[in-house]
Structure formats: structure tokens, C-alpha cells
T-cell receptor, first 114, second 107 residues
Framework: NAGVMQNPRHLVRRRGQEARLRCSPM?????VYWYRQLPEEGLKFMVY????????ESGMPKERFSAEFPKEGPSILRIQQVVRGDSAAYFC????????????FGSGTQLSVL | KNEVEQSPQNLTAQEGEFITINCSYS?????LHWLQQHPGGGIVSLFM???GKKKHGRLIATINIQEKHSSLHITASHPRDSAVYIC?????????FGQGTRLTINP
């Protein structure tokens, strides 16, 4: 049973480009969470999704950021027109049920914006 | 003031020492998580608890709901325990994280 898979591990983009980060949850998990870790800062919640639904996006910046978790395929975190301040590690976690169950984390995607 | 406070921020100890990391929170929670982040960046969930005490190998986690406080203990510490340990609380289906404690165990 593969763990939570994130790709790519490292992503380099120039300012103004788009970044797409993918997360495949563990088999049987229907809840996906995205977190961001800025350099020298702690982890911050971004968005919580279930299949085809955004449950809580209160941690997402209002502009340029979007997330989806389609019926088929991985969850995608999309950042349009990236800026240097978007450089961070983005982690995905999944759980079989609601948030008060144990979470399983992916290895993260390190986004660097030049 | 952060909703989740950890102490110490940094901890260096010798192999074999007993380690304690503390976490205090200021809000109502449904559960508390202890996470381990390795130098390579990967995150592993160590414990999730809502009351009492849990033990896994050399790791012990306790929580006092009334005092809004949790501790993570490592017995017989080893250099491979060197990592950042993060306390996080579950609120309204999302996690709120502490800043982490960087632990270094010297041989």
C-alpha cells in the first residue's frame, strides 16, 4: 500500500509562470489536506478537500491559488502567476475520514520561484 | 501569541538522555498530534491523542486536557532521533501547528 505520493519533489518556476503540484492520497483515503511551510516558518493549513468538494479553503490566499480533488486522479494545487514569496515547501496529507483521524503526509514539493 | 506554543525551540542532548518536549495550546481542540520532520523534509505522524497517554517504542506522548498541555518524551535518545518535532492541534477539521522543536542528539 503506497503512501501519500507528491510530485514533483522539486519544482522551479520563473515569476509569472504557473505551478501545478500533485498529490495522490493513500488508497482508501478520501480526505486531502494541503499545507505550506515557508522558509524558517511553521506549517500552515491551506485547504481541505474531499472527492470533488472543497470543504475548507480558509487558509488559501484569495488570489492565484486554487485546489481540486477530482473524482478520478490526484489532488492538484495550482498557483498561477507565481511570485518569489510563493517559494516554500508544500505538503499534502490524507486521511480515511475527518481531521481527527491520523494523517499521513507526503514528502512535499519544494517550490522555488526565480 | 500563537495558538500552539512549543518549548524549547532548540534542544541539544547527548545520546542516551531522556528528552521532553512541551506543547501548550490556548483553544479547544478535538485532538492533538505529534509529528516528526526529518532533515530531508519528510513528515511522519507519531501520535494522535485526545486524552491520557500513548507509547510507541521509546516515544511517549501525554496530554492534559484541563491544563491544555501535552508532552512528548523520548527515552534512551539516539542520534537518529535528531529531527524537528511538531505539535499540532485539530480544530474544525484542520490542523494548527506549533513552530517546532529542533532536536539534536550527539553521539
Amino acid at each position: 500500500n503506497a503512501g501519500v505520493m507528491q510530485n514533483p519533489r522539486h519544482l522551479v518556476r520563473r515569476r509569472g509562470q504557473e505551478a501545478r503540484l500533485r498529490c495522490s492520497p493513500m488508497k482508501g483515503h478520501s480526505h486531502v489536506y494541503w499545507y505550506r511551510q515557508l522558509p524558517e516558518e511553521g506549517l500552515k493549513f491551506m485547504v481541505y478537500l474531499q472527492k470533488e468538494n472543497i470543504i475548507d479553503e480558509s487558509g488559501m490566499p484569495k488570489e492565484r491559488f486554487s485546489a481540486e480533488f477530482p473524482k478520478e486522479g490526484p489532488s492538484i494545487l495550482r498557483i498561477q502567476q507565481v511570485v518569489r514569496g510563493d517559494s516554500a515547501a508544500y505538503f499534502c496529507a490524507s486521511s480515511p475520514g475527518a481531521a481527527n483521524e491520523k494523517l499521513f503526509f507526503g514528502s512535499g514539493t519544494q517550490l522555488s520561484v526565480l | 501569541k500563537n495558538e500552539v506554543e512549543q518549548s524549547p525551540q532548540n534542544l541539544t542532548a547527548q545520546e542516551g538522555e531522556f528528552i521532553t518536549i512541551n506543547c501548550s495550546y490556548s483553544v479547544g481542540i478535538s485532538a492533538l498530534h505529534w509529528l516528526q520532520q526529518h532533515p530531508g523534509g519528510g513528515i511522519v505522524s507519531l501520535f494522535m491523542l485526545s486524552s491520557g497517554k500513548k507509547k510507541h517504542g521509546r516515544l511517549i506522548a501525554t496530554i492534559n486536557i484541563q491544563e491544555k498541555h501535552s508532552s512528548l518524551h523520548i527515552t534512551a535518545s539516539h542520534p537518529r532521533d535528531s529531527a524537528v518535532y511538531i505539535c499540532a492541534v485539530s480544530r474544525a477539521q484542520k490542523l494548527v501547528f506549533g513552530q517546532g522543536t529542533r532536536l539534536t542528539i550527539n553521539p
